[in-house]
């Protein structure tokens, strides 16, 4: 068994801790906050390991490695995310493989999945990907391109729009953290003002989750704590 198996369930616990404690923090129920585990690079016995510690959904960035990662464990009722940039000659794979597409920024890409998700297939859970920082090289639109696409997206067959997701860029402490995320809460609360009654905010990962669940978050991708990485911003709230 390698250091990451014999690792996993304390990392898992550890990682359902913070969210658990991140949530009292904030005044909410632990429930409103799903775990997702970004299973880039992590082998399929890794991933079947994680599932028997109580984990079920799981983000991929690759497309090709994580088609060959769902076909394997097919067995098993695992939810899988894609939390890559997705091309247009790799939207059929998507569409054919996974639950949930969370980085959708444009609308071609989004009449792609829905033209070849699978007939006999429930509907594409998406997520608009959204770019608070307005950086050039960033994925996502901007705050300001976001009811349109939403709008555009919610009335495409095949799929069924959830939310947003966003990845601000890393902030040097929590109150500056809870600032960006905040940001992203309110392009969440104006789409729902609209009328489009979203249920997903996901943001936050393995350094910056409490801040993001402080902030609104449902959804956590959190790969390093759990397979290993990096410490987390302190937050300076008693937990």
């Known amino acids: 068994m390698t250091t990451i198996q014999n690792q996993l369930p304390t990392q898992l616990q550890s990682v359902r801790a913070r969210v658990t404690a991140a949530c009292q923090a904030a005044g909410r129920a632990a429930s409103e906050v799903t775990l997702l585990a970004v299973s880039k690079t992590v082998a399929p016995e890794v991933v079947t390991q994680a599932y028997a510690a109580g984990q079920s959904a799981f983000g991929e960035n690759y497309i090709q490695e994580a088609v060959e990662k769902i076909s394997h464990l097919r067995h098993l009722p695992l939810e899988w995310h894609c939390i890559g940039p997705i091309q247009s000659n790799k ?23 829905s033209e070849q998700r699978p007939a006999g297939r429930p509907p594409l859970q998406v997520c608009i990907q959204v770019n608070v920082d307005g950086g050039a090289s960033k994925s996502g639109v901007s705050p300001s391109e976001a009811l349109a696409l939403a709008r ?81 911003i302190k937050s300076g709230i008693a937990h």
């Open 152 to 232: 555009s997206v919610a009335a495409l067959p095949g799929l069924r729009l959830r939310g947003i997701m966003s990845i601000p860029e890393p902030a040097p402490d929590f109150v500056a953290a809870c600032a960006l995320f905040a940001r992203v809460k309110a392009v969440f609360d104006a789409l729902n003002a609209e009328g489009l009654a979203l249920d997903t905010l996901s943001m936050g990962m393995s350094a910056d989750m409490e801040a993001a669940i402080q902030s609104g978050s449902t959804m956590v991708r959190v790969g390093t704590a759990i397979f290993g990485g990096r410490p987390p």
């Open 91 to 113: 939207t059929r794979l998507v569409a054919e493989h996974f639950d949930w597409v969370q980085t959708l920024d444009r609308l071609k890409i989004a009449q792609r999945l």
